[in-house]
């Protein structure tokens, strides 16, 4: 008689000592295969553990005889008794400590030999994987991910949810949200020569719900965005969009402070303390050097322009007399760590990102007083006294310093000081440290485009009394943005809206944005500013990064399903392809001829 494979009794991870003597039915794949002089053993595997089965050829010679077909990933249900292992159990395994001896089995799948094995420390590189990402996402570290995503998922839902957030869906075939990178088009069939964009985020879309009077709105929603793939980034990517009305950016802050608090819990048992902290732009800048600090290590960015300014060191004086500054970093004990050669390698890699160099020199003792050597000493030796005072510096330890305009300064340094964090080895593991940084500047001056860009984007309200600076000093502006970070990653982003329509306006204007040009894509908006806007504001958070984060995986394709590689390709179904000219035809689309010879090329 079949196996009832719809009338399993348990799943692979399921069986314990206490359950010796059952009789069960179960379904799953072949891990592994073993035959010991006679006797069949498999582990058998499903969606949450395994468990060894054992055919005996002398008790059940049927279903042994099938077993000894079997291979791994075969596909099997069997019927069997639960037994102790005896002296043969295995303590890695929950379920090490019994297994199911078998009396029918049977075959429901065969499988191919795999390309890779099916395993949690597999070696194949990762575009086999994604290739095979079926295959890949059988292997049990997989799972575990998968179920902790969705875990994460269903946490902030019921968080939001309990805080009275409705979540309401919001179109993929629209017209551009901006975020700062490119859209991705879809053409119209039916308007010909016209174009969808898919969203960069809901923005517009959470906003208008706030003046449609919905009050509290939460999205788990899929994001796209063409950029240029560098690192850890997707195409499309899912974010926690969310949006409040009658609110302070506090408001959103400490709703999101009990959100992560709850997610720290339940998924990790840590006890996060909110109010988390906040840090003002400006002092994460002074401090870190980044609008996304690390604070989990020293190693902060100290001003020493004032003991620099009268020495005779061209390097310096140029940039001090340019309007610019020194700063530096003191990394202490590191004198004797980090030899000559790692510190021309990072001088090197400071070059290879624009900076002139990296002027440093080491802190020694000689006759009971602190001198500088080797590197820069000699420029910086007149000084060494006040200087070493100023920053703390103690013989032994090596300081860093960068001449330059505050914003290359900050770039720098940040770059040193996150390699040298590394080098030295000093970021404590485990250690979570969230806070919120604030008061942005609402507009970056554009040198390249001579323009004035959004620091977050056009519908993030200024600061209350820095609106009358808009016209007159738009770099002085502070915004009402907030970002979330933790251990130097940007976790979350969002902002309190501009909710009056002359303020938008104002701030298109400073944007360089048209009224032609505002009309065309965010007439939508700005008519429904038009019918009693209330104060709103919201934010969004990465979902994969948290789940990567929470899962403790290093790539964000670690935690999506079917990723794309940084060439924005999907190595399993060939994402993007051609298609057929009858296709384009019908959307009034013909290839260029340059694009068509380059295709033809390929193919
Ligand atoms: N729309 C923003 C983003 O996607 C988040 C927000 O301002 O709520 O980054």
């Not at 292992?85 to 049977?106: C, W």
Request: with cysteine; proline share 5%.
């Amino acid at each position: 008689m079949a196996v009832a494979y719809n009338k399993r009794t348990h799943r692979c991870g399921g069986l314990r000592i206490d359950d010796a003597g059952q009789a069960v039915t179960l379904v799953g794949w072949v891990n592994n295969y073993r035959d010991h002089g006679g006797m069949v053993f498999i582990d058998l595997r499903d969606s949450e553990g395994i468990t060894q089965l054992k055919f005996n050829p002398e008790t059940d010679p049927k279903a042994h005889e099938t077993a000894r077909g079997l291979r791994n990933e075969d596909v099997i249900a069997i019927n069997g008794n639960v037994a102790p292992r005896g002296d043969n159990v295995n303590p890695k395994l929950p379920t090490g400590e019994i297994e199911v001896e078998a009396h029918a089995v049977d075959v429901l799948a065969k499988s191919d030999p795999t390309p890779f094995e099916i395993e949690d420390d597999t070696e194949a590189n990762e575009e086999l994987r994604l290739r095979y990402r079926y295959l890949d996402l059988r292997r049990p570290s997989m799972q575990k991910t998968f179920r902790l995503r969705h875990q994460l998922g269903k946490i902030i839902r019921d968080y939001f949810d309990e805080n009275g957030f409705v979540e309401i869906e919001t179109p993929f075939l629209t017209k551009s949200t901006p975020e700062g990178a490119r859209d991705y088009l879809v053409p119209s069939r039916v308007q010909q020569g016209t174009f969808y964009a898919l969203p960069q985020s809901p923005q517009i879309f959470k906003q208008l719900f706030m003046v449609a009077g919905f009050d509290r709105y939460a999205q788990i929603v899929r994001c796209f965005r063409d950029e240029d793939l560098r690192g850890n980034r997707q195409p499309e990517f899912t974010q926690l969009d969310m949006e409040m009305s009658f609110v302070k950016r506090e408001d959103v802050m400490d709703m999101v402070d009990g959100c992560i608090q709850r997610l720290f819990k339940e998924i990790l048992d840590i006890d996060i303390t909110v109010p988390l902290k906040h840090m003002k732009y400006a002092e994460a800048m002074d401090r870190f050097g980044v609008d996304r600090p690390d604070t989990r290590f020293g190693l902060e960015l100290q001003d020493v322009t004032g003991q620099v300014r009268e020495i005779d060191f061209g390097v310096f004086k140029s940039a001090i007399d340019a309007g610019g500054m020194v700063r530096c970093i003191v990394a202490p004990g590191a004198a004797d760590k980090l030899t000559r050669k790692i510190t021309d390698g990072l001088t090197e890699e400071l070059r290879g990102i624009g900076a002139g160099g990296l002027p440093l020199t080491k802190v020694i003792e000689k006759d009971g007083n602190l001198e500088f050597a080797t590197g820069v000493a000699k420029f910086v030796q007149p000084v060494c006294q006040s200087l070493c005072d100023a920053v703390g510096a103690k013989a032994g330890d090596s300081v860093f310093f960068m001449p330059g305009t505050y914003d290359d300064v900050c770039k720098y340094l940040h770059y040193v000081r996150t390699r040298l964090a590394e080098m030295l080895d000093v970021i404590p593991e485990h250690r979570w440290d969230l806070l919120w940084v604030i008061d942005f500047p609402l507009v970056a001056w554009n040198e390249e485009m001579k323009r004035w860009d959004s620091t977050h984007h056009p519908f993030t309200a200024p600061v209350d009394e820095d609106i009358h600076l808009l016209k007159s000093d738009p770099g002085k502006v502070r915004d009402q943005a907030y970002d979330l970070v933790l251990n130097g990653e940007e976790m979350a982003g969002g902002s309190i809206r501009i909710h009056r329509r002359e303020v938008q306006q104002s701030v298109f204007e400073l944007l360089n944005i048209s009224e032609k040009e505002s009309n065309l894509k965010f007439s939508h908006l700005m008519e429904a500013l038009r019918f009693g806007a209330p104060p709103h504001g919201g934010i969004a958070f990465g979902f994969d990064r948290w789940a990567m984060l929470l899962a403790q995986k290093a790539s964000l394709r670690d935690v999506i399903a079917y990723p794309k590689t940084q060439r924005a390709v999907c190595p399993l179904t060939n994402a993007p392809g051609e298609v057929a000219t009858a296709q384009l035809e019908e959307l009034g689309i013909d290839l260029r001829p340059e694009v068509k010879a380059k295709r033809e090329a390929a193919s």
